[in-house]
Structures are given as structure tokens and as C-alpha cells.
């Protein structure tokens, strides 16, 4: 079970500043290591509560994918767009 979620795939991959997460088995350990007044925060605590309907029930990946890219957004974590000027 540990390996399929390690591999299990997002709706889509995420482009944050320092990694790519791209796996359930990404976003799980992205989360383990948020400092704790962080994942207290309103937007973790969704993504964190969709993630794991998405490991408990596959159909919920999309919604979890987003509402992670979310989280990271409001946290200043998502990668820059590249500058196409």
C-alpha cells in the first residue's frame, strides 16, 4: 500500500520553488515536514484533510491536486512563471 501511494500520480505535477511534487507520495512528505503553526493554517488544513480523502478514495485526487496548488500559492511556495518578455 506504502508503494502505491508513493507513486500514485496528481491530477497534475505542482512547480514548487525547491521541488516538483508530482505524487501523492510527494505531497505527503511536502506536508510532513511544514512547520506546525503552518499546517494549522486554514488552507493546509483543507489540503491536508483532501489528501487523505484522495488516499482513502482515488476519485478525490483532482480535488486534492487543487486544493494543494492552492495551499502552496497562499504560502508563497509555487514556483515563479517563467518570464516570457
Aim: aromatic share 6%; net charge negative; glycine share 2%.
Amino acid at each position: 500500500m506504502q508503494a502505491l501511494l508513493s507513486k500514485t500520480p496528481l491530477a497534475f505535477e505542482l512547480d514548487c520553488k525547491d521541488v516538483i511534487v508530482a505524487t501523492l507520495g510527494d505531497a505527503i512528505r511536502l506536508c510532513a515536514v511544514l512547520p506546525p503553526e503552518q499546517r494549522e493554517t486554514y488552507c493546509w488544513k483543507v489540503a491536508i484533510q483532501t489528501l487523505d480523502s484522495a488516499i482513502k478514495e482515488p476519485r478525490y485526487i483532482i480535488a486534492a491536486t487543487v486544493t494543494l496548488q492552492t495551499a502552496l500559492y497562499l504560502s508563497g511556495m509555487l514556483a515563479e512563471p517563467p518570464d516570457t518578455t
